[in-house]
């Protein structure tokens, strides 16, 4: 009796199944992972005057921060050298990773770009009228802007009364360089009056920042700046002319 009692006793003492202790080894496993994963948040939570409300604004902050310098950026439009396209005191968003890709700025584009050595010490917003290659002139014998021998019709975005140039020129623009123009000419300082200085007015690619998007405020005036239809007809460099 005292024999079969005892063996009776050891199979109730025998071993849980392996699958039982194996899911209650990953039950606590995940719970310290997520424990562990939280920490680092209740530290600095407690670290930081405000706690939680401070941190979570400091975040949105840090985020807003990179989101500017990096994707989409605002600039405030100082001067009416692209009225009417874009007034004084008009923000725009500019699409930092338009020309990031593999993708350049083609004409018709609004860019802003650092003039510093070129233009002045500052940022600029123009049209792109000619790309590496072309060759821009104006004026025609009526009067109008060629590009790659083909006219260009400018009249959706030129400013009400201004001619196209009042500064004769005939340029060929190098390899990875832009002409600029503003839309406003006879108020605007562009390519046209640096075709003496080093560089001749052609702005390196490397100096643009991004394209110029999206008319963010005032809400009146808000408006995607979409790429005109005007140079469709323009051949590519070296293209037959019309």
Same mark, same amino acid.
């Given at each position: 009796m005292?024999?079969?009692?005892?063996?009776?006793?050891?199979?109730?003492r025998?071993?849980?199944?392996?699958?039982?202790?194996?899911?209650?080894?990953?039950?606590?496993?995940?719970?310290?992972?997520?424990?562990?994963?939280?920490?680092?948040?209740?530290?600095?939570?407690?670290?930081?005057?405000?706690?939680?409300?401070?941190?979570?604004?400091?975040?949105?902050?840090?985020?807003?921060?990179?989101?500017s310098?990096?994707?989409?950026q605002?600039?405030?439009?100082?001067?009416?050298?692209?009225?009417?396209?874009?007034?004084?005191?008009?923000?725009?968003?500019?699409?930092?990773l338009?020309?990031?890709?593999?993708?350049?700025?083609?004409?018709g584009?609004?860019?802003?770009?650092d003039?510093?050595?070129?233009?002045?010490?500052? @940022?600029?917003?123009?049209?792109?009228?000619?790309? #590496? $290659?072309?060759? %821009?002139?104006?004026?025609?014998?009526? +009067? /109008?802007? !060629?590009?790659?021998?083909?006219?260009?019709?400018?009249?959706?975005?030129?400013?009400?009364?201004?001619s196209?140039?009042?500064?004769?020129?005939?340029?060929?623009?190098?390899?990875?360089r832009?002409?600029?123009?503003?839309?406003?000419?006879?108020?605007?300082? @562009?390519?046209?009056?640096?075709?003496?200085s080093? #560089? $001749?007015?052609? %702005?390196?690619?490397?100096?643009?920042? +991004? /394209?110029? !998007?999206?008319?963010?405020?005032?809400?009146?005036?808000?408006?995607?700046?979409?790429?005109?239809?005007?140079?469709?007809?323009?051949p590519?460099?070296?293209?037959?002319?019309?």
């Open positions: 005292d024999t079969e009692a005892q063996q009776h006793m050891e199979r109730d025998s071993p849980r199944p392996s699958g039982v202790e194996v899911s209650e080894e990953i039950s606590d496993t995940g719970g310290s992972e997520e424990r562990s994963r939280f920490a680092w948040v209740d530290r600095t939570t407690a670290l930081v005057p405000g706690g939680r409300y401070t941190l979570t604004v400091l975040i949105c902050l840090l985020f807003l921060a990179l989101f310098n990096f994707v989409m605002p600039f405030q439009i100082p001067s009416s050298s692209m009225a009417d396209s874009l007034r004084i005191g008009d923000r725009v968003l500019v699409n930092k338009a020309y990031r890709f593999g993708s350049e700025p083609q004409r584009d609004v860019v802003v770009f003039g510093t050595g070129y233009f002045g010490n500052a @940022d600029y917003v123009k049209r792109v009228v000619g790309v #590496g $290659g072309d060759r %821009v002139v104006c004026c025609d014998q009526e +009067g /109008r802007l !060629e590009v790659n021998g083909r006219w260009v019709d400018e009249s959706s975005f030129l400013y009400p009364g201004d196209p140039s009042n500064v004769p020129f005939d340029v060929v623009v190098p390899e990875g832009l002409f600029l123009l503003g839309d406003h000419r006879s108020d605007s300082s @562009d390519s046209r009056d640096h075709l003496g080093p #560089g $001749g007015g052609m %702005v390196p690619l490397v100096f643009v920042i +991004g /394209r110029a !998007e999206w008319i963010a405020w005032p809400a009146d005036h808000w408006t995607r700046l979409d790429r005109p239809d005007a140079y469709a007809r323009v590519a460099a070296g293209g037959a002319h019309g």
